[in-house]
């Protein structure tokens, strides 16, 4: 399956943005998907996971009431809903999916995801 980033952008402090990834190449029904980011100097670390259904959702601790995962298998979409940004967001985001993901604790890999989006750019000014 083939991954489309996007919806980053510069925002204040305290804002929002909904990041998109839409996938293509093949039926997204039984991917799990999750969101990771990087920030420059930095490794690229997990934000968000969610697994095929929808049912169960997965966050890192420094974005847990902030940002909300969710998908929309019809549009073979998932998205990043992110509120109170804060400057620490500012990061390319990555959408990312397996079909064989399965949650095993909160050591998220990013070799477990086999397909990759290309990133989307969101910064926050304080």
């Known amino acids: 399956v083939q991954l489309q980033a996007s919806g980053g952008g510069l925002v204040q402090a305290g804002g929002s943005l909904r990041l998109s990834c839409a996938a293509s190449?093949?039926?997204?029904?039984?991917?799990?998907a999750a969101w990771f980011r990087q920030a420059p100097g930095k490794e690229r670390e997990f934000v968000a996971a969610?697994?095929?259904?929808?049912?169960?959702?997965y966050y890192a601790n420094s974005v847990k009431g902030r940002f909300t995962i969710s998908r929309d298998d019809t549009k073979n979409a998932v998205y990043l809903q992110m509120n109170n940004l804060k400057s620490e967001d500012t990061a390319v985001y990555y959408c990312a999916s397996d079909s064989r993901w399965r949650y095993t604790g909160d050591n998220y890999r990013l070799g477990d995801f086999g397909s990759w989006g290309q990133g989307t750019q969101v910064t926050v000014s304080s």
């Open positions: 190449g093949r039926t997204f029904v039984d991917y799990a």
């Open positions: 969610i697994i095929y259904n929808g049912l169960r959702k």
